[in-house]
Structures are given as structure tokens and as C-alpha cells.
């Protein structure tokens, strides 16, 4: 019977930048779907909002479409930061509250 590769942990691969997002962690169907709702809560009332600055200051087409594409990247980014710090906190207090291993007595 063929052993499955363990599977790898967050806190293996440092993020890139720090801030973008890390392919292999999001390409979980189940990540994603938790992603969803943030992305559309931020992304509805950016969206209007990137087009009516885009309107106002005279910017150009370009400028919304880089806008409307690095939003998405971006919060996927700053969530999956917000997962390291929480895993790497909790990593720190199950090592603090782990109790020390006392010496064995010698035997008399």
C-alpha cells in the first residue's frame, strides 16, 4: 500500500514579502471557500470606489484594472500573514505551557 506525503506545514516556507500571498496554501478548495465572503465584503464597496476616484482625478483605465487585480492578491496576502502570526503564537504557548521533563533520580 502506497504511503501518502506528509502533508506540509504553514509555518515551513517563509511568506514572500511578507504580504504576498503563497500559492500552494490557497489552492485549497477549503481555504478558498473561507476567503470568499472577506474578499466579496472588501471588493464590493472597493470596486465602485477605485471606478469613482478613476472618474474624478481623470486616471487611467489602466489604473482600475491594476487596482481591480491586485486587491484580491493583496487581502489573500494580508489574511494568510494573519494565519502565520496566530499559528506561530500558538506554537509558542503550547511550547510554554508544555511542562519541563524533570532528571531522573539515580538509582540507589
Same mark, same amino acid.
Given at each position: 500500500m502506497s504511503?501518502?506525503?506528509?502533508?506540509?506545514? +504553514? &509555518?515551513?516556507?517563509?511568506?514572500r514579502l511578507g504580504?504576498?500571498?503563497?500559492y500552494w496554501f490557497w489552492s485549497d478548495p477549503a481555504r478558498e471557500a473561507l476567503l470568499r465572503p472577506l474578499t466579496?465584503?472588501?471588493g464590493l464597496p472597493l470596486t465602485p +470606489? &477605485?471606478?469613482?476616484?478613476m472618474v474624478k482625478l481623470q486616471w487611467s483605465i489602466w489604473t482600475l484594472i491594476a487596482a481591480s487585480?491586485?486587491?484580491p492578491?493583496?487581502?489573500c496576502g494580508l489574511v494568510e500573514r494573519?494565519?502565520?502570526?496566530?499559528?506561530?503564537?500558538r506554537a509558542?504557548?503550547?511550547a510554554l505551557a508544555e511542562p519541563a521533563a524533570l532528571p531522573a533520580e539515580p538509582r540507589k
Open positions: 504511503e501518502l506525503p506528509a502533508r506540509r506545514h +504553514l &509555518l515551513d516556507r517563509p511568506q504580504f504576498l500571498p503563497t466579496m465584503a472588501i +470606489l &477605485l471606478f469613482f476616484m487585480a491586485l486587491w492578491s493583496l487581502v494573519h494565519v502565520r502570526a496566530e499559528l506561530r503564537r509558542l504557548a503550547a
